[in-house]
């Protein structure tokens, strides 16, 4: 099974910044593409970042782009969602994942959460 551990989140203010990690467990990341996802109270869950298992390429959601960086760290068999100017809407339970896509996702984590507030 594809385990992964999420962990970074937090409470920070409009305009901070956080690092989330995801560590696998089991497995090792870099033979997977990796997604990041988030869940907000209410709503559906979202892919917001995606790094392939070939060669690092990224791809991010439009309300994302250009604020958030998804890396991967393959000897720490992690990989990282960096955040910054942060956003109320940003707020919501982050998880990571093995794959992109929801519907190819076969085991989640327990999630982190982040909230942003002023």
């Known amino acids: 099974q594809l385990q992964v551990v999420e962990s970074g989140g937090g409470s920070v203010q409009i305009g901070g910044s956080l690092r989330l990690s995801c560590a696998a467990s089991?497995?090792?990341?870099?033979?997977?593409?990796i997604g990041w996802f988030r869940q907000a109270p209410g709503k559906e869950r979202e892919g917001i970042a995606c790094?392939?298992?070939?060669?690092?390429?990224?791809d991010y959601a439009y309300s994302v782009k250009g604020r958030f960086t998804i890396s991967r760290d393959n000897a720490k068999n992690t990989v990282y969602l960096q955040m910054n100017s942060l956003k109320p809407e940003d707020t919501a339970v982050y998880f990571c994942?093995?794959?992109?896509?929801?519907?190819?996702?076969?085991?989640w984590g327990q999630g982190t959460q982040v909230t942003v507030s002023s």
């Open positions: 994942a093995a794959g992109c896509s929801e519907v190819i996702v076969t085991s």
């Open positions: 790094i392939s298992d070939s060669d690092g390429t990224t």
């Open positions: 089991g497995f090792t990341l870099d033979y997977y593409a």
